[in-house]
């Protein structure tokens, strides 16, 4: 049976996968799905940097403000939702483009990961979240996540508090590491004909694009959005509110650092991120690399993905 075509566009943050997403699904008559664990969500579009309507330029987009930020999202919740917009997508005749930075949710629809052995009784995953919402909680997690599962510890950012719980939760129910897990899930075979590229650039021109899209959110107004969010009734123990330039924010409107404190933080965290999703990306197998120092423009590095899909 022939595998159906399935393309990935990723890279850092800040990179600039959405202009190029939207020119490749143009070109290829695809759609555009969105790896995305903040774009997700409604009402939460300065800080989480979402494509708006009117940039769409007429290609279909999936996963993007299709939840409340009060709503559950998790890799499991992604994968289902992926799956049933590559249905849509393949019976409209195009071709699914995943497009973000989420390295594990792209991971996950890849390989079809299997994420069964982690279902069932909740009481143990409750148990975590209420330590993770303590002070040092985060730290806590950690430490008991490297005695049990050192390279997984190496792996996950102890701010990571949803994977390190996850990871937690996988061994408690399987009595196995979510690591080896991990690498026979990694040793599968994509059950997609497809193309994963990687966008990425000079690390001193990323930095200085993250520092000033931190800029723009800030003057596009980033602290209203979250003080319209928090009169919603969202608090910073909801997944959505845990994400980059949400939590630092909640953090200045509730009095405990300063605006200029918060600021900082989005920039050096943001920075620290793109850092982690570079090492993800570059643990994966039959990944294209795309460096733009290595292109005049956009359009040759499209004119380069067209000539290698």
Known sequence: ??????????????????????????????????????????????????????????????????????????VVIFQKMARQAMEKIYGSGKIPILAGGTGFYIQAVLYDIDFTENDGDDTYRKKL???AHTENGAKTLHEMLRDIDP???????????????????????????????????????SPYAFRYFVLTDDREELYRRIDSRVDRMMSDGLVEEVRHLMDMG?????????GLGYKEIIDYLTGEISLEEAVYRIKRDTRH????????????????WLDKREYEDEEQILTTILKLL
């Not at 701010?159 to 690498?183: C, D, G, W, Y």
């Not at 993800?280 to 990944?287: H, L, Y």
């Open 129 to 131: 979240e209420t330590i």
């Open 234 to 242: 969202c608090d910073r123990t909801m997944t959505s509110m845990q």
């Open 151 to 189: 390279k997984a510890a190496e792996e996950i950012h102890p701010n990571n508090t949803k994977r390190v719980i996850r990871a937690l939760e996988f061994h408690a129910q399987t009595n196995r590491p979510i690591s080896e897990h991990n690498m026979e899930q990694r040793t599968k075979e």
């Open 273 to 288: 991120f793109a850092k982690r999703q570079i090492t993800w990306f570059k643990r994966e197998k039959n990944v294209i």
């Open 1 to 74: 049976m022939e595998k159906k075509k399935l393309i990935i566009l990723t890279g850092p943050t800040a990179v600039g996968k959405t202009s190029l997403s939207i020119r490749l699904a143009k070109a290829v008559n695809g759609a555009v799905i969105s790896a995305d664990s903040m774009q997700v969500y409604e009402y939460m579009d300065i800080g989480s940097a979402k494509i708006m309507p009117e940039e769409m330029d007429g290609v279909d987009h999936y996963l993007v403000s299709c939840l409340k930020p009060w709503e559950p999202f998790n």
